[in-house]
């Protein structure tokens, strides 16, 4: 049932005494401010939590050298849930280039640092933030369960590439020493969790989980078990193997990558040090009925301590999420890894009921920033044949099999236009070129009535043998989208402004390639306004190409612009080519204007 009452979860002990509780069932524990906005995975974990009756509250970004704010709390009764907020640490914290990053999306002010000095001890979020509030919970609350969630967790659960350190490391599950590790989008696998742990039971086989299992451990739960042979297991190279040859960790990122995809019902299992990590089956996606409920339950759509001033949150506030998934598969991409291949749309009158809600707010300003989600118009699409193994409706061209529903996006687009109060309605994710050109009147459509000043489209690069590494669609499908988009657009005589992002330095990247891109994006009149260094995250196929300097595609040996003048001289060609002068920018996104 959903709650009536319009309070964020709280946020301290004296607000759950306030609200005559005697304890808490549940702690979640987060390296953002927290923001109450179905946007932040906290806050729809914390709410879909509350929706099934537990008592839930929030330590947000706590402080790390001491246990002080978890001491603030008593023991949570079922489970302290960890997760670093919505970016992995090292990325929230530094650029692809390993520099200090100057800035922080998802804390007070923008800044990273907390009143005081300017030190790795003063940070709001700590490097690796999933281990140490991990560590610091099970020092604190020594009977209670510690589970590990979130973006981090889910893409180190298995033998990772850390760039700040630029070494492998062992799951963050074994690091950490977690009771269980949950990836993906992971609303099934914690209700469950927490109703094991009401039950007393043990958090074994969940789906959706990790475990950390020593030898015996796996032998008397898994007598079968052998590490070749067995049809229901998955055996990844070990720690011990890859670390003696890297090649190895691109082939077990490429297991991964098939197993997820196919959503194998195997056990997966990869020897660490010390301990085995065994991951089990995902959970099934929810449902549209499910997904529906879970985004209409009570978001105040504020931040907290009230009047913070979070920037993720300003840009973010007056979105929607209206597809889940992404079956683009993108190389250097995390979000099929952790969101999953298959595409999960909520309903029309869902998103519909969800912006009325938005538009009712005093503060609210006329406009919604974003109809969106990782790709946002593969909202409403579906597989005929209902999936298979691959998964992959994209590339190298669009599947013949993947239904397109063009008409019902129109039909929620002129839905949501038509709400009182609402002035202007954007569509601000990143779209899919191939799609567009096979849904035109949503193409015009979007681009003349609903693109927030420029269409952002991300070609990625121009040379062929650099896409087909990106698991991207060739060059010439930008050329097609270009030449229609001026016969198009141009007949109602508006200017098309596109935005490209491309990626510069990516495994197999070279000064020419670099060079190459430049020319062809001139030659497209496209001027390259936003691009970034390729930054090698964990849990992709690209950072596996970067660590085994390897192509994903031929195995054959491939330059990898590893230091850091390296990948400046790629940046420095595209700088050249067009003639810019760099203005302020943070991070390894470069913005240039033309010189007239």
Known sequence: MISSHPLPLPISWEECRDRGWDGIDILLVTGDAYIDHPSFGVALIGRFLEDHGYRVAILSQPRYTTNQDFLSYPAPRLFCGITAGNLDSIVANYTGNGKVR??????????????????????????RATMIYANLARSTYKNTAVILGGIEASLRRFMHYD??????????????????LVYGMGE?????????????????????????????????????????GNKNYLVLPSYHDITRDKNLFLDAEHEVDAHQRANSQKIVFQKQQNHWLVQHPASSPLT????????ALPFTR?????????????????SVTIV????????????TRHQGAEVQSRSNPSIVQECKRISAANDFDGTITDLGGPTANLFATRCDIGGCKKRDCLFPEVCKHLHIDEKRFLQLLDSVASIPDIKHVFVSSGLRMELLLKTPDLLKKIATKHTPGALKIAPEHSCDDILELMHKEPHQLLQEFIRYCERQIGKKGKKLNLVPYVISSHPGSTGKHASQLARDMKNLGLTISKFQDFTPTPGTLSTAMFVAERSR????????????SDRKKQRQIIEDHFHRRKKQSTGTVHKYRRKK
């Open 163 to 180: 760039y700040k350190q630029a070494k492998l490391r062992a799951s963050l599950l074994t690091d950490a020493k977690g009771d269980l």
């Open 288 to 295: 549209q009925n499910e997904l529906d409920h879970l985004y």
């Open 324 to 335: 889940r998934g992404c079956s683009g598969n993108c190389s250097f991409c995390a979000i």
């Open 188 to 228: 099934r696998t914690v209700l469950e969790v927490a109703r094991r742990c009401t039950q007393g039971k043990p958090l074994h086989s969940i789906q959706g989980s990790c475990e950390r299992l020593t030898e015996k451990e796996l032998l008397d739960r898994y007598p079968d078990f052998s590490t070749t």
């Open 302 to 318: 504020k931040a907290y301590p009230a009047g913070s001033d979070i920037p993720a949150f300003r840009m973010i506030r007056n």
């Open 102 to 127: 100057e800035t922080d999306a998802y804390s007070p002010g923008g800044s990273p640092w907390r009143p005081g000095p300017q030190d790795k001890n003063n940070r709001y979020r700590p490097d």
């Open 553 to 564: 595609v031929t195995g054959k040996k491939i330059f990898v612009a590893k230091n850091s």
